[in-house]
């Protein structure tokens, strides 16, 4: 559980056998290939033209044409083999597909080309007379289109040029008209009307009748071609459903051949011998190994990446159990851990669940978070349904503690009901509603984040200490120092305001709170000395004590203002409980002896909708941010590089 | 400083964050027609609204150009509707300005004797915004005719012993009509520096008027030189403000036998230019010089004026960039060429 063991394999043999090593390598899933022509300046892997990409591209087309989305299909059937054949089954496919694409390209041009046509044709529906009449004049050419609504004042300015507009309908942005002009002076009017920017409309010769007869007549032209569209469309979904299947399992077959030949540009090819190496997860490596060195000739060496003198490139996979696992997100999220850090997510889990459940305790909400991300879980690939499912059951859990069931608190007794509990809280008698715990649950959210807080420096001394960084550990913030410093006075506080014992003798003052922070303020001259390193950098005193005070005095703050943060946890406890009242209010159940009633039943299902929405959506931001910004901040460096193994898909394809 | 100060700044600078960024002008550049190009322009927030009613497909260059230059116009005649005082008096000399280049257009016209085409080009937005009937002063047929239409203007006032000489002699010294022209706007525009801002946002304006000044006396300079004249005609020919173009300046930048040279002389005289970067126009460089400096202080001044002449120059300098591509894509240039000579 945590970080995964890496080894390095050293794969090496002849020059033959590197596309059948890759596709090994590729087949499993968890090798992540070191590009070694980038160390050697060389890429004689790389330098042939991939042989299977030319049909691969003409098949991706032929797919996207048919509507295809690329998936992974098993291509153990697939018959083709070298590229020749690849290249020719390419071209039986495509030339099928191109041509009746061809055809309904030109085919929706046409209609569009019509459109466009019958769009003029119907704002000139008040032409009764037959465009034949029109076009066959001898000595007066017509021309029909439109112009632009702006230009047509400037046709006033021409009236003396021979040319006769005739407006029929307009938008704010074309006038559609008409405009006749002596046959003599046809090409002066063409040339001033093009400058006025006026789009002229070319009627086909067989469209001879008045515009409503024309306007038909196109319609119907329209509708021909568009059955003639739909019977190409009808064609091309014919081809995919007698395709779709081999071309997905060819063109997978293509992608791995493809993408396999593409990977020689990460190994090296000398004298008839290749060699590449990579990372894969210790506990696969040797099974990886030995099916590569099934190969003949193929050879592998497998190096254990131990933590402590881990390259810099070694890169991180999380693992963790199944509980666990779906809070690998959240980490992610951040950052991955350095090979040699810490796997934070079973912290993340543990805290995650346990904060969102104190903050929305519900047992009926609970339970159907819970229900809502199992159901999500089955349907979707939801990084969040899983998480849903875990925080739902805490939330569930606490929910019995305060005894509500969808805001109703009478069906199981809050636990500050026993008396046991509230004589032992300090009350003097039974307290009726949450609210009147107020004080002690802020209080108790105070105390869950001053242990997190602890925890959290605790963690980084122990990780400091691990990565012999004992300066950082013994005099940093969230070291050593800092830890004593932080207990100090929080025992003391503690013991002041809740027990009134005071500790603040001179005594524990000077030792546990003036001398951890003396340290922290010497940190860098106290770590160079314990660590044996001489300081070339040079910083005089003044600028030393300034830069040191602020750090400390921002550091004192973060404790203050990072310990009071956790007072959400209480306030969104009273929050959920505020919501649910209101809701009570409104169903008018608030009160002992309510009638249950169908609109009751309504608004309590509306009102608890409504609260899981909002609050639930705010808790798990709430919760998230306490983790990234009061916890992670302390220990986390998330400065690790993801596991990629090499694998074949479709991705950006598609 | 207005109520609606703060409100302009804001304003102005969220119309520059809609300006068209390197990547738009990578991919426009790569289109291989106007009609391509349109359809793209469709697609961005900057331009989508003004072309949203025209059909990518059929649309002509010069329309698509004039729908462009109509988009510009329409955000600054917003913003005089929204604000009351600098948007205002910056829109009545964009009006001005845009009506001297119709003015100079129309006697360009008669000089050549081809005054059909001047209606055509008129941009119709103008038209209602105009305090000269455009329309009209596109049937001039003559010098006479044009200084009658213009009679009772201030252009009028400014050009009459021109047109009146060019009436007699047959011919107009066109170079003079553009110095009067633009020497009248911008002095007119300096005075309404003066009359509008005080203090420490007067100075920042002025400095951004006269370096914009600067930068078009460069690129005329250079011009002049390219046509064997001295700096003294240059001097005579350029508009008579500036910022640190000084007449020693102007006498040396007329000795300079290339672009690489002139940005030198720039750097010198204190204007922030990369002297190592290749210019291929002089414009290219002088928009480049402006560019920078517009650019920042749009985004740093707190100054409403400044900011929105700022948006102003940038909005000129972004669809000048427009109409290079398009024309770049006409005449079938490679994307890459096109990118070279954009101003980004």
Redesign the interface.
């Known amino acids: 559980m945590g970080i995964e063991k890496m080894s390095l394999i050293s794969v090496e043999g002849r020059a033959e056998q590197l596309d059948k090593s890759l596709m090994l390598c590729c087949e499993s899933r968890n090798f992540q290939m070191n590009d070694i022509s980038e160390k050697n300046g060389s890429a004689a892997g790389g330098a042939a033209q991939n042989p299977y990409s030319g049909a691969y591209e003409k098949l991706r087309g032929t797919a996207a044409a048919l509507g295809i989305t690329l998936e992974f299909r098993n291509y153990d059937s697939v018959k083709q083999e070298t590229p020749d054949e690849f290249e020719r089954w390419a071209e039986e496919v495509s030339s099928g597909v191109d041509k009746i694409r061809a055809e309904h390209e030109e085919m929706l041009k046409s209609i569009d080309e019509l459109r466009?046509t019958d769009a003029c044709v119907k704002h000139l529906l008040g032409l009764n007379v037959s465009f034949r009449d029109l076009f066959s004049m001898k000595y007066v050419k017509l021309r029909i289109g439109r112009l632009?609504a702006?230009?047509l004042?400037?046709l006033?300015?021409?009236t003396n040029r021979c040319i006769h507009f005739i407006p029929f309908e307009k938008?704010?942005?074309?006038v559609w008209g008409i405009y006749l002009t002596p046959a003599d002076t046809c090409e002066f009017a063409d040339s001033?009307m093009?400058?006025?920017?006026f789009?002229r409309t070319r009627l086909p010769d067989y469209l001879d009748e008045d515009a409503k007869t024309t306007d038909q007549m196109l319609e119907n032209i329209i509708d021909d071609e568009e059955r003639l569209d739909r019977q190409l469309e009808q064609q091309m979904s014919e081809y995919r459903d007698k395709y779709k299947d081999e071309l997905l399992a060819v063109m997978s077959k293509l992608k791995f051949l493809t993408d396999c030949f593409e990977l020689r540009s990460m190994a090296l090819i000398s004298a008839g011998r290749f060699s590449f190496s990579g990372y894969c997860p210790t506990r696969l490596a040797g099974k990886l190994s030995a099916e590569l060195e099934k190969l003949d000739s193929v050879q592998t060496v497998e190096v254990p990446i131990k933590p402590k003198n881990a390259p810099a490139d070694v890169p991180v996979r999380l693992h963790n159990n199944v509980i666990f696992r779906p809070f690998e997100m959240f980490v992610k999220m951040y950052g991955l851990p350095a090979y040699n850090g810490f796997d934070p997510t079973p912290y993340v889990a543990v805290t995650y669940c346990l904060m969102f459940g104190i903050m929305f305790g519900d047992v009926g909400q609970g339970l159907l978070v819970s229900l809502l991300g199992l159901l999500l879980s089955k349907f979707t690939r939801n990084g969040l349904a899983p998480i849903m499912t875990r925080i739902g059951l805490f939330s569930a859990a606490f929910g019995v503690l305060y005894g509500s069931v969808f805001g109703i608190e009478t069906i199981i007794t809050p636990f500050f009901h026993r008396e046991n509990i509230w004589r032992l809280l300090g009350y003097t008698k039974q307290p009726e509603n949450i609210f009147q715990v107020a004080t002690t649950l802020l209080i108790a959210a105070l105390g869950i984040g001053i242990v997190l807080i602890m925890l959290s420096m605790l963690f980084n001394t122990i990780l400091k200490f691990r990565k012999r960084d004992f300066g950082e550990a013994l005099f940093s913030v969230n070291g050593v120092s800092g830890l004593v410093f932080y207990i100090s006075l929080v025992v003391a506080a503690a013991g002041m305001f809740m027990f009134g014992t005071n500790l603040f003798t001179p005594a524990y003052i000077i030792c546990l709170i003036v001398l951890p922070l003396v340290l922290i303020f010497f940190k860098h001259p106290l770590s160079n000395l314990v660590m044996g390193v001489n300081s070339t950098e040079k910083v005089s005193v003044g600028n030393f004590i300034i830069e040191n005070f602020i750090e400390l005095f921002e550091a004192a703050l973060s404790f203050l203002s990072n310990t009071m943060s956790y007072l959400r946890i209480g306030g969104f406890v009273l929050s959920h409980a505020g919501m649910m009242l209101v809701v009570a209010q409104l169903a008018g159940t608030n009160t002992p002896g309510a009638e249950i009633t169908v609109s009751t039943v309504i608004v309590y299902v509306i009102g608890n909708l409504i609260v899981m929405g909002i609050e639930g959506l705010l808790v798990g931001i709430q919760v998230l941010r306490l983790e990234f910004y009061e916890i992670f901040n302390r220990f986390y460096d998330g400065s690790g590089q993801s596991f990629r193994p090499i694998e074949i898909n479709f991705g950006a394809d598609n | 400083m207005s109520f609606s100060s703060n409100s302009v700044i804001a304003k102005s600078r969220a119309v520059f964050g809609r300006s068209l960024t390197a990547e738009d002008f990578a991919q426009l550049c790569d289109k291989k027609s106007v009609a391509e190009a349109a359809a793209f322009l469709k697609t961005t927030s900057r331009f989508g609204e003004a072309l949203a009613g025209v059909d990518p497909r059929t649309i002509h260059r010069g329309q698509l150009e004039a729908l462009l230059e109509k988009s510009n116009f329409e955000i600054f005649e917003h913003f005089s509707r929204f604000d009351f005082t600098e948007s205002k008096w910056f829109f009545r000399e964009i009006v001005t300005q845009l009506e001297a280049e119709q003015i100079l257009s129309v006697i360009q016209g008669v000089a050549d004797g081809s005054t059909d085409s001047y209606i055509a080009a008129v941009p119709t937005f103008l038209i209602r915004r105009s305090r000269i009937d455009l329309l009209e002063l596109g049937k001039a047929e003559s010098f006479e005719d044009i200084s009658r239409m213009l009679s009772g203007t201030e252009f009028g006032r400014i050009l009459q012993p021109l047109l009146t000489e060019a009436a007699a002699a047959g011919k107009i010294n066109i170079r003079e009509c553009e110095r009067r022209i633009y020497t009248y706007y911008y002095i007119s525009c300096m005075k309404m520096v003066e009359k509008g801002c005080k203090g420490a946002v007067k100075t920042e304006l002025k400095r951004a008027f006269l370096k914009s000044i600067d930068m078009k006396n460069v690129v005329t300079c250079f011009r002049m030189k390219a046509f064997g004249y001295d700096a003294g005609a240059a001097a005579e020919q350029i508009i008579p403000f500036r910022y640190r173009l000084s007449r020693a300046a102007i006498e040396q930048l007329m000795q300079q036998p290339d672009i690489g040279r002139v940005a030198a002389q720039l750097a010198e005289i204190g204007f922030s230019v990369d002297t190592s970067a290749q210019f291929q126009t002089i414009e290219q460089l002088t928009e480049r010089i402006s560019l920078d400096y517009l650019r920042r202080t749009l985004r740093i001044s707190r100054n409403s004026p400044t900011v929105y002449f700022c948006l102003i120059e940038c909005m000129q300098i972004e669809l000048r960039n427009v109409k290079t591509v398009i024309e770049g894509i006409r005449y079938g240039l490679p994307g890459s060429e096109i990118m070279e000579m954009l101003v980004l």
Request: glycine share 0%; hydrophobic share 10%; charged share 30%.
């Open positions: 466009s632009p702006d230009n004042q400037k006033d300015y021409y938008n704010p942005d074309y001033l093009k400058s006025l920017y789009e």
